[in-house]
C-alpha cells in the first residue's frame, strides 16, 4: 500500500490528506453511519464519481475509511477518532457560517 503523504511529519501529513477537496466532507457524510457509494455520491452534490473514487481510496490508503463486503463505506476507527476531533470545527462554523459562505466562492 502506498503512503497517502509525500511528507514524513504526521501533523503536515494530516493537513495534506485532509486539506484535499471533498475528504472532510466525506467524513461529514459518513460520520452518522455507514453509506453506500451512491447515496454517498448524492449527498457530495457536485462531486463527480470518478473525483469521490479518489478521495475514497485515499481514505481507505489512510485507514480513515473502510470499504465493507456490502460494498458500503464507513468511518474506520481512526475515522470516528478524527470525526470526534473536528466536532469544535463544524461548532465554530454552525457559529461563524454565515460569514464563511460568503468567503467561499463556487470554486473554493
Known amino acids: 500500500m502506498r503512503s497517502a503523504s509525500r511528507t514524513p511529519d504526521p501533523h503536515l501529513a494530516a493537513m ?46 489512510a485507514d480513515v475509511v473502510l470499504k465493507k463486503s456490502d460494498k458500503s463505506y464507513e468511518l474506520t476507527t481512526a475515522g470516528r477518532e478524527l470525526a470526534v476531533a473536528l466536532k469544535p470545527l463544524w461548532q465554530w462554523s454552525e457559529r461563524w457560517g454565515t460569514k464563511l459562505e460568503r468567503a467561499v466562492d463556487d470554486n473554493g
Open 16 to 61: 495534506e490528506l485532509l486539506g484535499q477537496r471533498w475528504m472532510l466532507r466525506v467524513i461529514w457524510e459518513l460520520e452518522p453511519g455507514p453509506l453506500g457509494f451512491l447515496e454517498l455520491r448524492r449527498r457530495m452534490g457536485n462531486c463527480s464519481s470518478s473525483m469521490l473514487s479518489v478521495r475514497m481510496q485515499r481514505l481507505q490508503e
